[in-house]
């Protein structure tokens, strides 16, 4: 490897590491071919503390029944006013096993895979995040019921990001 080619790559990597922090990249992975026998790949990425999404939670269903107003300093607060609140903690949380971007149904003008009430198999395609030009079918990890889904078409989501609840 040539003295000039090294310094390409250098440049090359340090400008990733660029394009990483600007655009609040997690992660950037790349292979450059030169020929058959001198290729380039690198991956560059950071350690992050995730990202903590605050979720507003619907309005319950049934109206409860009223406390007296003595009880209410012991009531817990609702999920959605508590700030360490995370739906990818909730029991049935489907998180996005990439980063990428997600499409709720296979092409533009076709329905969505699934919609909140529908009945769902364990393998059954929810969703597709597209990473870097490759589409990925996400699959339902257990039988259940789509209770919520957390994230709107075409949105770019991060690793381990909350995608839907499924009960």
Known sequence: MTQTTRDNDVAFIKALAELLHENDLTEVEVKREYGEADQLKVRVSRATAPAVTQMVAPAPMAAAPA??????????????????YDPAALPGAVTSPMVGTVYLQSEPGMPAFVKVGDSVSEGDTLLIIEAMKTMNQIPAPRAGTVKRILVEDSAPVEFGAPLMIIE
């Open 67 to 84: 406390q007296p107003a003595a009880a209410a300093p012991a009531a817990a607060p609702a999920p959605a006013a508590d700030a360490s």
